[in-house]
């Protein structure tokens, strides 16, 4: 459907909506992978994997100490546009949310 | 890369394309007409845009070349957004841009398409295309000056017939 170009991979990373709220998340405190994975009422594994990307595009490192993982932001910082972009993009979508929850609830009223 | 969502009333299906510009398609149960009222109907739009934070719709003009304004107010800060409609096609299409206060001039061009799935359902599509600064940088550096010096000198030449 889509023709890709090259993609930024902190642009990609930040695609996914869980992702973008894992990186608000982390801007107020690191967290470890357990606690994400709690906040989000995610699997472990399935965090695991989000924390991954983040990783990769280096928005997020990571940490071992004893068995737990913490999680911080860094050392990569987006920049304030593609920071923009994730906003945006995060209204965008509770918007349409919005919209459509209005359209549920107001079904069956006069048109 | 891409995340997508089997398309169900609820789920969007977000897609990338180029690394500015952002498609969220979803499908929700409800008749196009109904849809086309809830974004164009200012009453209807204060009840779902603001995501349940207070809304003031200061300007709200769907026509080419109308502006609108919407300003949220959440926990005691206000946040204005705004724009112009480049096309609005009833039932079918709007086009507008698109710019937050807090960050002046990063404009974002939205087209949001409305497609009549027949079974009371309606496929909302939408294309944000970011103008970046980048964009902004490339344009005055590859002919935008050239379009401008063109500019004057059509302008030279209406002033020296007039004179």
């Known amino acids: 459907m889509v023709q ?35 906040a989000f009422d995610m699997t472990l594994t399935g ?12 928005l997020v490192s990571t940490e071992k100490i004893g068995r737990v993982r913490y999680c911080r932001l860094g050392p990569r910082r987006l920049d304030d546009e593609t920071a923009w972009i994730a906003k945006y993009h995060t209204m965008l979508d509770a918007r349409l949310d919005r919209l459509e929850a209005f359209l549920e609830r107001t079904k069956g009223d006069a048109p | ?64 070349g109308g502006h609108w304004r919407y300003v949220e107010h959440a926990h005691g800060e206000t946040h204005g957004f705004e724009g112009r409609f480049a096309e609005v096609v009833p039932q079918e299409k709007i086009v507008c841009t698109f710019e937050w206060d807090g960050m002046p001039g990063h ?27 980048t964009d902004r940088d490339g344009m005055v550096s590859s002919g935008m000056e050239g379009g401008m010096n063109e500019s004057y000198a059509a302008l030279d030449r209406v002033l020296a017939s007039m004179s």
């Open chain 2, 107 to 133: 404009v974002a061009l939205q087209t949001l398409t409305l497609e009549d799935l027949g079974d009371g359902r309606t496929r909302i599509s939408t294309v944000s295309l970011f103008h970046t600064g």
């Open chain 1, 47 to 58: 965090m695991k994997k989000h924390v991954r990307v983040l990783e990769d595009a280096r």
């Open chain 2, 1 to 64: 890369m891409t995340t997508s969502a089997a398309q169900q009333p609820g789920k969007a299906t977000v897609t990338l394309s180029g690394d500015r510009e952002i498609r969220i398609e979803r499908i929700v149960n409800a008749p196009r007409d109904r849809v086309w009222k809830a974004l164009t109907d200012p009453t209807l739009i204060a009840q779902w845009w603001g995501r349940g934070n207070t809304l003031d719709i200061e300007k709200h003009e769907p026509v080419r």
């Open chain 1, 4 to 38: 890709y170009r090259a993609l930024d991979a902190a642009f990609a990373a930040i695609a996914d909506d869980t992702r973008r709220r894992v990186l608000e998340r982390l801007g107020r405190g690191d967290a470890t992978i357990t606690e994400l994975a709690t």
